[in-house]
């Protein structure tokens, strides 16, 4: 009897500890999030389980180049620009958000969140990829109406330039041909010149110093 007790003791621990550890812990990630340099940017993540936690822990990993760096304060990357979620939002809210301060463009990258509950299991993200941009980049989809009218402006301006550079080459190129052409006119118009010689009288009719008075 107290052997047989025994078995079922041993029974029905094996089974309620693979019971608990075969639940799934589901854990759900935005594609990505954009948020510009120098700026803060809260990288959201949930996650669902069967059962309730009491107790847990999740944890943040940014995947570069086939390695992983671990999102915290421990790390000299993200050291001084990192936080939290709260411990009752964890477990209430079941949210394990982070979020990142001062962002420099070497943050950007894929972002992978962990979240583990002792009584039912672990999970983990699909991950999330960051995007840092410019401050003074705009953040409009390609099919934004104002990056149309951007568009049309920027086409007007350069036809109108177009068509200014072709008039003043038109203008310079007449101003050049009047002034290639003025010297030629004065030449014809010019009149002939005397010849120094000529007197009052012709060559042949001067009177001659030696004729008889």
Known sequence: ???????????????????????????????????????????PCRYNSSRPAALGSYRWVKEEAGARLEVSDATLQFRGRVNGTPSRSFLQDRRADVRLRDLR???????????????????????????????????????SPALGTLGLWLGTAVGVAFGVAVLLWICRKRRKDRRDARPRT??????????????????HSRPSSSAPL
């Open 1 to 43: 009897m107290p052997c047989t007790q025994l078995k079922c003791i041993l029974l029905s621990e094996i089974v309620l500890h693979t019971g608990c550890w075969a639940q799934e812990v589901r854990v759900s990630q935005p594609g990505s999030v954009r948020a510009p340099e120098g700026g803060s940017v809260t990288l």
């Open 105 to 143: 463009p070497y943050d950007a990258g894929t972002y992978r969140c962990w979240v583990k509950i002792p009584t039912v299991g672990e999970g983990e993200g699909n991950g999330t990829r960051l995007l840092v941009v410019k401050a003074d980049t705009p953040s409009l989809p390609p099919d």
């Open 186 to 203: 004065e030449a014809l118009v010019q009149p002939p010149r005397c010849p120094t010689d000529v007197g009052p009288f012709p060559p």
